[in-house]
């Protein structure tokens, strides 16, 4: 019995000892089942951690790679640098034509090299999709189903978007494409190991990567691998700048077109209508298409020529403001006023409006945005993108816009342009680059700077930046190798520094710097608008002048008149033979004509103020060697009358706004009354330049029908200021001189009618006063029976009739001067038989006429003063060129190519001009401005000045070109692809035989010292950067299958082409002045852009595997343009070709028709003109960038267990964690701790580009 109870107690011990080990069991698994959980979750916040490391690594990465690319100005040997950016890559290139290294800014197997192979790189990744372990679709889409049907989200480029946003497109099949990888963007995978080191594969094999085993081994395994691409913000349409371009510019002929344009010039606020202005780049290439159901039907507006003061809510206006407008930060409602939103800072801002409704929402227009229209914008828009205001040595450019030295004269305007343009901001070693002027006007006895030939060359900051240019002009220029001083030689190159300095001083912010037109402060408008050419001596011993606004001599004339005649008995002149002339003049005197014409013409209307003195005068005479009493060197006539002042109702003196603008101020007081003839010691009132009595004749002299030997000799003919001294003539005291021979000559005798004498001496004094007090002064200077003689600007001479080669000299003296200006061409000649010889052989030309005639007995049409600028054409009545007498065909020295030459604006003549001012519009469709030039301040420097292309009237070979000193006539800098005497096929390289400007390095790199910031709505351009900016370099790297040049788009949307027919020059059924009642055409010359065959052209380049080294390089592409829908080509005079079916390569053709010929195509355009679209869209073009988009896809890896460390199989190893998203980078000049040196000054100054630093502004994860 005990036995059985013992075993009944053990048997209970057992299960209790059983439940109790149970228990434990339950309890040890559940905190083994707790510790492998935390224990899971610690692996998954360790795999976070390491994917969100790795994603920090393509920006790093990329960081580097910019550093190594932009930081460097200069080799370890000294050899200059520049860069160039475009999406994927960066280029380096010193100073020969090729890159010297290319650095990818895309993940790769090589990430620098010296050389780029684009259809190698292409054919690297055409086998991407079956080399999974070395490559991956950077653009592979996220499926969602979230509105209930699957949809592929894209985290770079949406395919969608080819066929709705402009310029984008497939230009071939891409590889690899397939159902799912629609848009392939390739990238090949970069391996991160243990030890933080980065390879690449040494050889790929279906799923395997294989790695040097001295580098991949069991210590240091593979744990991630990063690809990634980077774009550049420069190649997108930036929203917070650019809004939609309203194209507007300077008018360039008579048509209701051009009449609109002047009537409505750009407001204060509408920086749209501004050219160069990044608001003027659109954004409907992009937006066009937004609004889902409504894209394609919605209707975008293109307001050419539109008036917002007089439109209403059913006008294409009001349409426009509610599309484009009011998505715009600082958008120009109806009303003028612009908006001030604050700016998006990202792309996700745009779907909703500042009501908190989707954008359109409550619009009558049909548009309302979607969120498909934010996903597939992304590609093509930003909200940041500036570019770097360097010049090609990584220096600062220099503003257009001249300030006053004084700081305090500064206006608000002033002060925002130089926070833009300054170095060291806030430091005493504040560095401004801006050229300055020494004084504003104040006043008539305080005229400033620009009444003086020195003033502003004295201003010690204008020399340190002049001399700063000559230095950077005389080495090669990076990636072109070779020099401006080369290609022009020293003072050819002076002279184009010194006449655009001095252009500065007279072409913007002039309002309170050029003397204004009469008012209360200037009651008889002494020197209104003008400026004294300035005048420098440089270190180097070359002495160069600009053209200020100021006269230079074309002709002087010589007049011959009788002042008595034999008498009869009773006191009338004899008649014998009753034919009406008097039979014998006994007395006569001379009286000497200057005819002055200003190339720097146009509006704002100028009146010089200047006086003139004719040196050897007293050498001149007749017969045998009686002397024509004509005053000597001291003799001076003050010439200040302005020509603004009225002498008839609504009617101006002397042509104003025209190049022969002050003839009549050398016969008129200030007050315009007559000046009086002989009084020599009173230049304000007196005309001295005329015989000082009467010249008796000796007996058997002055017969009617003989003849008369006039002596005349060299003179040297003095521009002055006006109140000169009248002391003998001192070196260095005439602002311009020009010496000239009167070869002797026999002339006919003068005649008088009987009936013109009357009963009593013919006083000289008569023809100085006019019929009517303040009447105008045509008809009494030459009277009948006078004898003219006058010397011209030769057109066969080394100026070849263009005036500008003459201007550009301050002094052009014999024997230098031999042949500049020779004999009117009715002068006569040794051989010439008396009978031939005619009475008057001058060309005397008032500014004022053009259809009612000129100077002379009887008024002679203004045609017979001139001669032509194209061979063979006649010019309408209204439209006779500012050239001389004799000219047939502006042509350059090299075998008669057709040279470059200015389009008058409005109804003003066409000529050899400097003028390129964008200000009062309204006045170039008058001959002359009567009350004066009223000039306000402006609120926007672009407004006045964009670009440097205003530099292109400069002429470049004044004194020769090289080594070659012969002057070249007809060439000025060169700033457009299609110079009127190109021949060589658009598609080719241009030749120097093309233009000289072509030669390298090319006119347009001139164009890469300046800028203009902007400074309006709010400030665009800070530390020599400017926001908005499009890149020319649009190919994305390496995905060359994919075009995307949407941008480029916006920014030749709103450029306008002008192109007039030669038969528009010549047609006398209405020419480009007008028709022949001066009403304007119905006609138009002006071409939008066709963007698609320009991009065709830019793609000719990028496709050889080139870029665009500098923005001014968009100088050397054509422009193609399209006829604007609604407009009228076609006049009764001209039917001009269509460019429509034109291609890029056939843009000479269209341009300058047959080789040789003046009058089959648009001869008729001037070099202006040609030059203008260019100077439209170069302002708002970049090729480098400062704001960089890292897109990557990351993935941190783990291998197979027992997997060789030295292979990575995508079969077999394992994808632990994986992200994808972008980075925005920035780079910047960044603040210094100490100031940088002046590189105007300083020997030890560096490339600024060395000065900048990067940040990443933003991160976003692609997470749809």
């Given at each position: 019995m005990k036995t059985r109870r013992h075993c009944r107690r053990s048997g209970s011990a057992i299960v209790i000892v059983l439940v109790f080990a149970a228990m434990i069991m339950v309890l040890v698994l559940a905190v083994l089942g707790t510790g492998m959980q935390s224990r899971k979750?610690?692996?998954?916040?360790?795999?976070?951690?390491?994917?969100?490391?790795?994603?920090?690594?393509?920006?790093?990465?990329?960081?580097?790679?910019?550093?190594r690319a932009t930081l460097p100005g200069k080799t370890s040997d000294g050899e200059r640098l520049t860069w160039v950016s475009q999406p994927g890559m960066i280029r380096v290139f010193g100073t020969q034509p090729t890159a010297r290294m290319h650095y990818r800014l895309y993940s790769a197997p090589v990430m620098n090299s010296a050389t780029l192979d684009l259809t190698q790189e292409a054919a690297a990744l055409n086998q991407w999709n079956v080399q999974a372990s070395g490559y991956t679709d950077l653009n592979e889409p996220v499926l969602s189903s979230r509105s209930g049907a699957v949809e592929k989200k894209f985290p770079i480029a949406d395919p969608a978007a080819i066929g709705r946003v402009a310029g984008f497109a497939l230009r071939q099949a891409a590889p690899g494409a397939d159902a799912l990888h629609s848009l392939p963007m390739p990238a090949a995978w970069i391996y991160v190991l243990k030890d933080g080191r980065l390879v690449v594969p040494t050889n790929l094999t279906g799923t395997k990567a294989s790695f040097s085993a001295d580098v991949v081994s069991a210590d240091t395994p593979i744990v991630g691998r990063v690809a990634f691409w980077t774009d550049d913000e420069s190649c997108k349409l930036?929203?917070?700048?650019?809004?939609?371009?309203?194209?507007?510019?300077?008018?360039?002929?008579?048509?209701?077109?051009?009449?609109?344009?002047?009537?409505?010039?750009?407001?204060?606020?509408?920086?749209?209508?501004l050219s160069g202005h990044p608001a003027f780049t659109s954004l409907s290439p992009v937006l066009r298409n937004f609004g889902g159901a409504a894209a394609g039907s919605t209707q975008w507006p293109k307001p050419d020529e539109v008036n917002p003061l007089t439109a209403d809510k059913s006008t294409p206006w009001a349409r426009y403001v509610s599309l484009y407008q009011t998505l715009a930060p600082h958008g120009v409602g109806a009303d003028l006023i612009a908006r001030q939103d604050r700016h998006y800072a990202t792309m996700d801002e745009l779907f909703y409006s500042t009501q908190r409704q989707p954008n359109g929402s409550g619009g009558s227009s049909g548009f309302l945005m979607e969120p498909a229209d934010l996903s597939m914008a992304r590609f093509f828009l930003t909200t940041h993108s500036a570019?770097?205001?360097?010049?090609?040595?990584?220096?600062?450019?220099?503003?257009?816009?001249?300030?006053?030295?004084?700081?305090?004269?500064?206006?608000?305007?002033?002060?925002?342009?130089?926070?833009?343009?300054?170095?060291?901001?806030?430091?005493?070693?504040?560095?401004?680059?801006?050229?300055?002027?020494?004084?504003?006007?104040?006043?008539?006895?305080?005229?400033?700077?620009?009444?003086?030939?020195?003033?502003?060359?004295?201003?010690?900051?204008?020399q340190n930046l002049y001399s700063w240019l000559q230095q950077m002009t005389s080495v090669a220029f990076p990636g072109y190798g070779a020099s401006f001083l080369n290609k022009y030689g020293t003072q050819s190159r002076d002279q184009l520094l010194t006449s655009m300095l001095d252009m500065l001083r007279w072409t913007a912010n002039t309002s309170a710097c050029l003397p204004p037109g009469p008012g209360s402060a200037n009651a008889q408008g002494l020197a209104e608008q003008s400026a004294v050419p300035l005048t420098i001596t440089t270190t180097n011993g070359t002495t160069t002048r600009g053209f200020g606004r100021f006269p230079t001599i074309t002709e002087v004339a010589v007049v011959f008149a009788f002042t008595d005649v034999e008498r009869g008995s009773d006191g009338k002149p004899r008649d014998d033979n009753k034919d009406g002339i008097c039979d014998r003049a006994t007395k006569l005197r001379a009286l000497m004509?200057?005819?002055?014409?200003?190339?720097?013409?146009?509006?704002?209307?100028?009146?010089?103020?200047?006086?003139v003195r004719i040196r050897r005068l007293q050498h001149f005479t007749i017969g045998q060697g009686i002397g024509l009493l004509l005053p000597g060197g001291n003799a001076r006539n003050r010439c200040i009358f302005s020509s603004?002042?009225?002498?008839?109702?609504?009617?101006?003196?002397?042509?104003?706004?025209?190049?022969?603008?002050?003839?009549?101020?050398?016969?008129?007081?200030?007050?315009?009354?007559?000046?009086?003839?002989?009084?020599?010691?009173?230049?304000?009132?007196?005309?001295?330049?005329?015989?000082?009595?009467?010249?008796?004749?000796?007996?058997?002299?002055?017969?009617?029908?003989?003849?008369?030997?006039?002596?005349?000799?060299?003179?040297?003919?003095?521009?002055?200021a006006p109140n000169a001294s009248m002391t003998s003539p001192q070196a260095g005291d005439a602002i311009h001189s020009v010496e000239m021979e009167f070869p002797d000559q026999v002339i006919p005798m003068p005649s008088l009618l009987v009936s013109d004498f009357q009963s009593g001496p013919r006083s000289i004094s008569s023809r100085f006063t006019p019929v009517t007090v303040g009447g105008e002064m045509r008809l009494p200077i030459i009277q009948r029976g006078d004898v003219v003689r006058s010397l011209i600007?030769?057109?066969?001479?080394?100026?070849?009739?263009?005036?500008?080669?003459?201007?550009?000299?301050?002094?052009?003296?014999?024997?230098?001067?031999?042949?500049?200006?020779g004999t009117h061409p009715d002068y006569g000649t040794a051989a010439t038989p008396a009978g031939q010889l005619k009475t008057e052989a001058q060309s005397l030309r008032d500014g004022a006429y053009m259809q009612s005639g000129q100077f002379g007995s009887i008024l002679q049409p203004t045609r017979n003063t001139s001669g032509t600028l194209l061979s063979g054409v006649a010019y309408a009545d209204n439209a006779i060129p500012a050239v001389p007498v004799g000219l047939n065909g502006a042509t350059t020295l090299n075998a008669g190519v057709l040279g470059d030459w200015e389009s008058g604006e409005g109804v003003l003549e066409d000529g050899p001009f400097v003028n390129r001012s964008r200000l009062l519009p309204a006045g170039c469709f008058a001959r002359s401005t009567t009350g004066g030039s009223s000039l306000q301040a402006t609120?926007?420097?672009?407004?006045?000045?964009?670009?440097?292309?205003?530099?292109?009237?400069?002429?470049?070979?004044?004194?020769?070109?090289?080594?070659?000193?012969?002057?070249?006539?007809?060439?000025?800098?060169?700033?457009?692809?299609?110079?009127?005497?190109?021949?060589?096929?658009?598609?080719?390289?241009?030749?120097?035989?093309?233009?000289?400007?072509?030669?390298?390095?090319?006119?347009?790199?001139?164009?890469?010292?300046?800028?203009?910031?902007?400074?309006?709505?709010?400030p665009m351009s800070a530390s020599f950067a400017t926001e908005g900016k499009v890149n020319l370099n649009h190919q994305l790297m390496p995905f060359t299958w994919i075009q995307r040049a949407t941008a480029l788009y916006g920014a030749l949307k709103g450029v306008r082409i002008t192109a007039i027919p030669t038969a528009a020059l010549s047609s006398q059924n209405g020419s480009a002045k007008g028709n022949t009642d001066g009403s304007p055409l119905n006609a138009t010359f002006k071409y939008e852009v066709d963007e698609g065959k320009t991009v065709d052209g830019l793609n000719q380049r990028l496709d050889g595997g080139d870029v665009f080294r500098t923005a001014s390089e968009i100088c050397g592409q054509f422009l193609v343009p399209r006829r604007i829908s609604g407009h009228s080509y076609d006049s009764s005079g001209f039917s001009p070709a269509d460019p429509a079916s034109m291609q890029y390569g056939d843009m000479t053709m269209w341009w300058n028709g047959t080789t040789g010929s003046a009058g089959d195509a648009f001869e008729g355009t001037g070099d202006n003109l040609r030059e203008s679209p260019y100077a439209q869209v170069h302002p708002r073009l970049c090729t480098q960038s400062n704001v960089y988009s890292v897109h990557y896809r990351v993935q941190v890896l783990r291998q197979a267990r027992?997997?060789?460390?030295?292979?990575?199989?995508?079969?077999?190893?394992?994808?632990?964690?994986?992200?994808?998203?972008?980075?925005?980078?920035?780079?910047?000049?960044?603040?210094?701790?100490?100031?940088?040196?002046?590189?105007?000054?300083?020997?030890?100054?560096?490339?600024l580009h060395e000065a900048h630093s990067f940040r990443i502004v933003s991160q976003t994860v692609f997470g749809p």
């Open positions: 979750q610690s692996a998954a916040v360790g795999k976070i951690q390491e994917v969100e490391a790795l994603a920090q690594l393509p920006a790093q990465m990329v960081i580097t790679q910019l550093q930036n929203l917070n700048t650019a809004t939609e371009g309203a194209a507007w510019d300077m008018p360039a002929a008579n048509t209701q077109v051009e009449h609109g344009n002047a009537l409505n010039a750009p407001t204060g606020v509408e920086s749209y209508r570019s770097p205001e360097l010049n090609p040595f990584g220096g600062p450019k220099i503003a257009l816009w001249m300030v006053p030295q004084d700081a305090a004269q500064r206006s608000v305007v002033d002060r925002h342009v130089m926070a833009a343009c300054s170095l060291n901001a806030g430091t005493a070693q504040v560095a401004e680059f801006a050229f300055q002027r020494a004084a504003n006007w104040s006043g008539t006895s305080s005229q400033g700077s620009s009444q003086s030939m020195t003033d502003d060359w004295a201003v010690q900051r204008n004509v200057i005819n002055p014409m200003i190339p720097a013409c146009g509006t704002p209307a100028v009146s010089p103020a200047w006086s603004s002042l009225p002498f008839g109702a609504g009617t101006g003196w002397g042509g104003n706004n025209s190049a022969y603008a002050c003839i009549a101020s050398q016969f008129l007081q200030a007050d315009g009354t007559p000046k009086v003839p002989g009084v020599v010691n009173d230049p304000a009132r007196g005309f001295p330049f005329i015989s000082s009595g009467d010249v008796s004749l000796l007996s058997g002299m002055g017969l009617a029908g003989s003849t008369l030997r006039f002596s005349g000799g060299a003179i040297v003919v003095d521009l002055m600007l030769n057109p066969a001479g080394p100026s070849q009739g263009d005036v500008r080669l003459v201007a550009a000299r301050r002094d052009l003296l014999l024997p230098d001067a031999t042949n500049w200006y609120s926007d420097p672009l407004s006045e000045i964009s670009s440097a292309i205003c530099f292109g009237a400069l002429p470049s070979g004044v004194y020769g070109n090289g080594t070659d000193g012969t002057p070249r006539p007809w060439q000025t800098l060169l700033f457009c692809a299609n110079p009127a005497g190109r021949s060589t096929a658009a598609n080719h390289t241009a030749q120097a035989t093309d233009h000289f400007g072509f030669t390298s390095p090319p006119d347009h790199l001139w164009l890469e010292f300046f800028w203009t910031p902007v400074t309006q709505p709010w027992g997997a060789p460390a030295e292979t990575w199989d995508e079969a077999r190893d394992h994808v632990q964690a994986e992200r994808r998203g972008c980075c925005v980078i920035e780079r910047r000049l960044a603040q210094q701790a100490t100031p940088l040196p002046d590189p105007a000054t300083s020997t030890s100054a560096r490339s």
